[in-house]
């Protein structure tokens, strides 16, 4: 889906939506005849369920339609959808209960473990807000993937809904006219990516489909079939229609969108008075103010558990004025619409004022220039710092938040001086993704691009070959410069659901594995529910996400307590680490890493960076030659409050997993306003810290609305050492695919990482072919040979090409490092090796507990009888300590796959009695000795 203009998101081209909409208001509608002849005057509209409807709003081409249809008719249309909603199961973060109606909790009691906390209104109470004279309910795409088992429990939980929804009165005259809304086909997109056929997926929507025609003509309440035409669609265009099988595109959109017009409202001539691409201009920015009230981004300060002692004074105004702004809107649609001129500028100057926030801060403001700030700095012995980037040279650089480098050196940067999120009233959101370059070999940054403006809170980005993925919450947005002029122009949103309750802990600290794979830090106050092309996945509370480009699969790859994840590594062999802002602690992801059932948060063992200072933001281990050999490995994180500027820790094997310990801190500032975020390496092996540069610190201790929080002032600094050499950076951008393998080779994790990303631009097909060719080169007595096979085996998997010939050198490679490298790949490409099952068996068999580690890990992930299989198999041999907990959760897992076995007459332990003790409770899963 392709956004349209909105007041957070730069306009998209246009294209020529009059034609397009002149056309799409006698599209066949498949022979269904529309439900209603036309809205009547002053209609309100509501729309309520997943995520079908809610990526509606961002287009608006829908509500466009209803516009231009029936100018006269003063509609009022809005959006209570959200992703993962079902007819009784709708949870927010903010309040108590995740129930929809009374009666509810009866029809998913697997979901009923709910941590949310505060005063968020219910479903009912925002429905009563918006008066309703029509309801579309979105439903059916998430429940389908219980199967045909599920339609059982579909049937009862839709008609409670609809027996619920007909017993109010939220207009507060009459029960609403109530319309059922199926799910659209799935499309088989597999020419993109690899995501499903949609086979299968089109045998269960088709049940659920009709399982909601039979309810809707059972309670004799409206029905629109969008399944049935949209496969017919998928058939007679050339273009695809969606995303990734299950999410429209802007093509898809426009025609759906007219689609459901049609089936709703009798198809209607469009005698245009006023140009459509303004007209959905303004749908959109109407549809993202009733957004921040509606999902109001940083919630949490007005609703949830951060909402005294500041929220509750200030915040009632806002919502108060937010609404009037959103009210104008309407009022200004309807003007367009009759050919007139809406003044917007003047209506909103009438909404209410908000009151002054009076400050708590007592300290002092003071800005410092660049000689005073570096004055500020005490530097381990050996290194020195210098200002790479700062505000007065490039006024953009306020608040940054991540950072990294692209292939060709470049620095990028996001910025959020929009946090903690919109006043209404202020200036539209204007938060960017900067390039920063030094073209002058200075060491400073002399020249910058603006490649994406008019976001809002983009606590997060990450660079892949076929674009940036960046945090727009609650979605995951691609943007992409398609026209080569290194602005993006294209913007899609890939998933949608990600909480954005909560500013300071919505997904972050983006980072890529050797897959490409995206890994998605999220804190502990939020309750995701995201709609994939695989089911709805649904969290409550912390973890780490795992979004894969290729498939557009996301799984909960880490999912134990932390307190707000900022800061995700991986070590020179790919081991997952991570750091906790709250906490400021940092630990091993492996053991937190099985598949775990809803809410169940793996217990945690041991960190392995201790606390230095709270908050931790930001992970990198040292991996350059430029610094001393002796700090090589160890993990730095960055520390905002108390202790500001970036500690390390000396990381070493502990049994099966890592310890580490203190070893002195790198960077330390007396500057108050240093709020140090985030850290890489450069491709020179020079260290970059990114500085938030705010004089207030956290957002409990401050108001949200604090005058003193710094909106202008961000700063990038340069740590280098004093006597060794800089590093010769790599060429990788352009490179060829031979240099490319051979850069694999250099010393450096972040010049390996850019140098993976840029093969992962290549055909898959030639990429293994000079994989295997590359390995045939390599110095079996190099002493990294076995990790130059691992590199050569990355760079297969990230394609979904996982080469079983390099797999299985990998597998059987000396070192315990590349082994549990190996099954880790397995774990993720499983899908694509027929003989995993032998394979996992094998690694579950491995004189390294680590190794085993993975496999009872990988085997949670296959949620089968083979995976139970394989975690049994583990049990024989000894349990370490970072084992008990992450065996304990993937028989959660797989215990329904345990009894499958058994009842089939294939669960014979007579070899292996402690997985039958283990399975009788008679093994205490206690650490053993190493036998």
């Known amino acids: 889906m392709v956004l349209a203009s909105a007041p957070c998101l730069r306009p998209i081209p246009s294209v020529n939506i009059k034609a397009l909409f002149l056309a799409a208001a006698f599209v066949a509608n498949a022979g269904a005849a529309p439900l209603y002849t036309a809205p009547k005057e002053n209609e309100r509209i509501v729309l309520i369920g997943n995520g079908f409807g809610e990526r509606l709003q961002y287009t608006g081409s829908f509500e466009t339609q209803l516009h231009l249809r029936y100018p006269g008719q003063r509609l009022v249309v809005r959006n209570l959808c959200h992703p993962g909603d079902t007819p009784s199961y709708r949870p927010r973060a903010g309040r108590s209960s995740p129930w929809a109606f009374p009666g509810a909790e009866k029809f998913r009691p697997e979901l009923a473990r709910h941590r949310g906390e505060g005063q968020y209104p219910s479903e009912d109470e925002w429905l009563a807000l918006c008066k309703p004279d029509t309801i579309l309910a979105f439903f059916g795409y998430n429940e389908s993937f219980d199967g045909p088992a599920g339609l059982e429990r579909f049937r009862a939980e839709l008609d409670a809904f609809v027996t619920h929804t007909l017993a109010q009165k939220y207009n507060g005259t009459s029960a609403p006219k109530l ?42 309440v409206g029905f629109i079939d969008l399944f049935t035409p949209t496969l017919k669609l998928y058939g007679e265009t050339k273009e695809f229609l969606t995303l990734n099988g299950f999410a429209l595109n802007d093509a898809g959109d426009r025609r759906v969108a007219s689609l459901l017009a049609d089936l709703l409202y009798q198809p209607a001539p469009m005698f245009l008075q006023a140009d459509p691409n303004k007209v959905r201009d303004l749908v959109v920015e109407k549809s993202w103010f009733w957004h921040q009230d509606h999902r109001m981004p940083n919630g949490v300060q007005a609703y949830g558990r951060r909402r005294e002692p500041f929220g509750s004074i200030h915040y009632p105004q806002e919502i108060e004025k937010i609404r009037q702004m959103t009210a104008n809107r309407d009022e200004a649609l309807w003007t367009l619409v009759e050919g007139k001129q809406p003044d917007l500028a003047a209506a909103d100057a009438r909404t209410r004022p908000l009151d002054p926030v009076e400050s708590n801060f007592t300290g002092q403001a003071d800005y410092l220039n660049e000689e005073e700030a570096l004055g500020k700095f005490t530097m381990m012995d050996g290194f020195r710092i210098a200002l790479f980037a700062s505000e007065l040279d490039f006024p953009d650089l306020a608040n940054p938040v991540q950072m990294t480098f692209d292939n060709k050196g470049r620095l990028w940067v996001c910025t959020m001086p929009s946090y903690p999120h919109y006043r209404p009233g202020d200036p539209l959101p204007d938060d960017k993704i900067l390039v920063l370059e030094d073209t002058d070999g200075d060491h400073r940054a002399d020249q910058q691009t603006v490649f994406a403006d008019r976001l809002h809170l983009p606590s997060g980005f990450e660079l892949a070959p076929e674009g940036v993925y960046v945090s727009q919450r609650p979605n995951l947005l691609l943007l992409q410069d398609t026209n080569r002029d290194g602005k ?40 995701s529910q995201v709609e994939t092309a695989y089911g709805p996945q649904r969290s409550t509370g912390s973890g780490i996400w795992r979004f894969d480009p290729k498939s557009h699969r996301l799984e909960r790859a880490v999912q134990a307590h932390f307190d707000n994840p900022r800061g995700i590594a991986f070590d020179d062999w790919e081991q997952c680490f991570i750091a906790d802002a709250s906490e400021g602690e940092s630990w091993w992801a492996l053991p937190l890493s099985a598949k775990a059932p809803f809410s169940h948060e793996i217990p945690k063992v041991a960190p392995v960076a201790p606390k230095r200072a709270r908050p931790a933001s930001g992970a990198e281990f040292v991996s350059s030659r430029h610094f001393p050999e002796e700090m090589q490995g160890a993990l730095l994180t960055c520390h905002a409050i108390g202790f500001q500027g970036t500690g390390i820790t000396a990381i070493h094997d502990d049994q099966g997993g890592f310890g580490g310990k203190p070893a002195g801190d790198l960077v330390t500032s007396s500057d108050p306003n240093f709020r140090p975020v985030d850290l890489e390496f450069a491709p020179d092996g020079s260290l970059y810290i990114l500085d938030f540069h705010d004089p207030l610190g956290g957002q409990m201790e401050h108001s949200a609305r604090d005058p003193n929080r710094d909106k202008s002032h961000g700063r990038i600094y340069r740590v280098t050492h004093k006597t060794r050499p800089p590093v010769t950076p790599s060429l990788i951008a352009g490179a060829s695919i031979p240099q490319l393998f051979a850069t694999l080779k250099e010393p450096e994790y972040r010049t390996r990482y850019r140098a993976r990303r840029e093969l992962r631009n290549h055909p898959p097909e030639i990429v293994a072919s000079a994989a295997k060719a590359w390995i045939a080169t390599l110095d079996k007595a190099d002493p990294r040979h076995e990790h130059h096979l691992c590199e050569a085996l990355w760079a297969t998997s990230a394609l979904h090409r996982t080469d079983r010939e390099i797999l299985g050198l990998c597998l059987d490679a000396k070192s315990h490092q590349a082994r549990a490298a190996a099954v880790r790949v397995l774990r993720h490409a499983w899908r694509g090796i027929p003989d995993h099952p032998a394979l996992l068996l094998k690694a579950a068999n491995d004189p ?76 205490p899963l206690d650490v053993e000795p190493p036998r």
Not at 180 to 198: A, K, M, N, W
Not at 493 to 508: C, K, S
Not at 863 to 891: C, S, V, Y
Request: without cysteine.
């Open 179 to 220: 319309v059922l809304v199926s799910p659209i086909g799935f499309e088989d997109v597999r020419e993109l990516r690899d995501t499903p056929d949609g086979v299968q997926e089109n045998a269960r929507l088709e049940l659920y489909t009709a399982e909601m025609r039979k309810a809707a003509a059972a309670r004799q």
């Open 848 to 923: 390294h507990p680590r190794v085993r580690l993975e496999a009872i890990v990988a085997a949670s992930w296959l949620d089968n009888p083979d995976g139970a299989r394989i975690a049994l198999e583990a049990l024989k041999h000894p349990i370490d300590q970072w084992m008990p907990h992450a065996i304990r959760t993937a028989f959660l897992t797989l215990g329904d796959d345990v009894e499958a076995l058994r009842k089939d007459g294939k669960l014979d332990l007579s070899a292996n009695p402690r997985a039958a003790d283990f399975l009788a409770g008679k093994l």
């Open 488 to 527: 993006a122009d294209r913007r899609d949103i890939v998933l949608g659901g990600f909480d954005p309750h909560d500013t300071g802990q919505a997904i972050g600290a983006f980072s890529s594995d050797a897959s490409g794979s995206i890994y998605l830090a999220e804190g502990d106050f939020l309750h």
